[in-house]
């Protein structure tokens, strides 16, 4: 089946730095990418759809210019969290969309300090 | 936007029980997704159900859609404690995967 991953499996970083994401579809080409964002004990929640070559769409109440999000080919798309604060500390994933179906990668957790 | 309920919220069952996880859409699902998780994890997808009435069935586990396309059903059937974690289920908020919502979830236990 289908495989998507995400690198790294976890992070930990200061409060005001930057972390980076990234999501492959390792054995398709995926046009389109999702990100997702999970707090302890509640469902993932929509973060932003990222199309390849185009700028991502962000769902309501997600800061575009905190999280950056770039899709620059068919197998990789990355989230950049800016100026991380401990609020920021969540588990993220992605997904990658192949016709119906959506796969995801196994998650990132971030923790700011 | 597309909003999704779940019932019940949790469900604690005695290992061998049958159970019923209820997914409620207030508009008509173009697909609908079953997810399986355990927190921290990557989600596992079980089943997408797409037309009116279409029923799946994977090992224990039985998902339904109604003919109005707005409600489905998931069904364990002789629960295990391998059956615990959180089930969600996912729709389109437009056609062929794009814009995706979850429901809040329904976490499920198995006690041996």
């Known amino acids: 089946g289908a495989v998507v991953s995400q690198h790294p499996s976890w992070v930990i970083c200061k409060s005001g730095t930057s972390v980076k994401i990234e999501c492959r579809s390792l054995d398709f080409q995926a046009t389109t990418m999702f990100w997702y964002r999970q707090f302890p004990k509640q469902s993932l929640m929509l973060m932003a759809t990222s199309n390849e070559g185009s700028k991502a769409t962000y769902e309501q109440g997600v800061e575009k210019d905190k999280f950056l999000i770039n899709h620059a080919s068919l197998t990789l798309s990355t989230l950049t969290v800016t100026s991380a604060h401990p609020e920021d500390s969540s588990f993220y994933i992605c997904?990658?969309?192949?016709?119906?179906?959506?796969?995801f990668g196994p998650g990132t957790r971030l923790t700011v300090t | 936007s597309q909003e999704l309920e779940q019932s019940p919220q949790s469900l604690i069952v005695q290992e061998g029980k049958n159970l019923t996880i209820n997914c409620t859409s207030s508009k008509t699902l173009y697909g609908l997704y079953w997810y399986k998780q355990k927190y921290g994890e990557g989600l596992i997808f079980l089943m997408m159900?797409?037309?009116?009435?279409e029923e799946k069935s994977h090992e224990k586990i039985t998902a339904k859609l109604d003919e109005k396309k707005q409600q489905s059903s998931l069904h364990i059937t002789a629960s295990q404690p391998s059956h615990a974690g959180i089930y969600l289920c996912g729709a389109d908020k437009r056609n062929y995967g794009q814009n995706f919502v979850f429901g809040p979830g329904t976490r499920l236990s198995v006690l041996p």
């Open positions: 997904s990658a969309a192949s016709g119906h179906e959506q796969y």
């Open positions: 159900l797409q037309k009116g009435g």
